[in-house]
């Protein structure tokens, strides 16, 4: 498969201190990468700095195969004032096409067929009509998820993804996810679930304390003894 993203000796911080470095790994097509580091490690700014909303101290970060920043979506974490947003899930998703638009302050028919098919693989037509504040958190996550996609459907940055939702929808968000990887969307996404990161993702990057720790096949981590101890730990 072709090379997408590839980071080479990044170091990323604050006013130039360093919060994470060393980092170094390629993303492929059709990889799902999980980021996995304890709270505070980075994993959130190597996000922002992959998506170009933030620059690195150092290092190079580069998008080949025709990946350009226009071609990744993005799925951040919720806010309260997100949650409580007072727009249809229809103009939420179409939302995901306006860097599309430019200029032109409306949609195209094809963007709009776009939001529809978006809408309808992710399951979500049925609620299309009704207010994003009103839906439970794991509908209001498949509303963003489709919004993501409709800006981006080559590459999906997930930044914890689950996080405040139940147990059943944090499984459904997980299986969701992985339909999308299996149909040839890349994925990237930061999660502190070790167990869901370490079933469903083809390769993990751990990151620690201002340095990379690993990078490679979730297997290959696994067998390591950087995996077997952060396995350790989230079990006690």
Do not use: W
């Amino acid at each position: 498969m072709a090379e997408q993203l590839i980071c080479k000796n990044v170091s990323l911080g604050y006013d130039g201190n360093v919060v994470a470095g060393e980092i170094d790994f390629t993303v492929s097509e059709g990889d799902y990468l999980c980021i996995l580091g304890e709270n505070g490690s980075g994993k959130s700014t190597l996000i922002k700095a992959l998506l170009g909303l933030k620059p690195q101290i150092s290092g190079e970060i580069i998008r080949t195969g025709g990946t350009g920043a226009g071609d990744i979506g993005y799925l951040p974490q919720q806010t309260v004032v997100q949650k409580d947003f007072p727009a249809s899930v229809r103009e939420i998703v179409r939302s995901g096409c306006l860097a599309k638009c430019g200029l032109r302050p409306f949609y195209r028919k094809q963007e709009k067929e776009l939001a529809e098919s978006t809408m309808k693989s992710l399951g979500i037509t049925d609620i299309a009509e009704r207010c994003y504040r009103e839906l439970s958190g794991g509908q209001q996550q498949r509303v963003l998820l489709a919004r993501a996609l409709c800006a981006a459907q080559k590459m999906l940055l997930l930044d914890e993804p689950v996080t405040g939702l139940d147990p059943k929808a944090q499984t459904d968000m997980y299986e969701l996810i992985s339909e999308l990887n299996r149909g040839g969307v890349t994925i990237i996404m930061v999660s502190h679930d070790f167990a869901a990161a370490t079933r469903y993702a083809s390769h993990i990057l751990h990151i620690g304390a201002h340095r990379q720790l690993f990078f490679g096949t979730t297997a290959d981590y696994l067998a390591s003894g950087v995996g077997s101890t952060f396995s350790e730990r989230t079990e006690q």
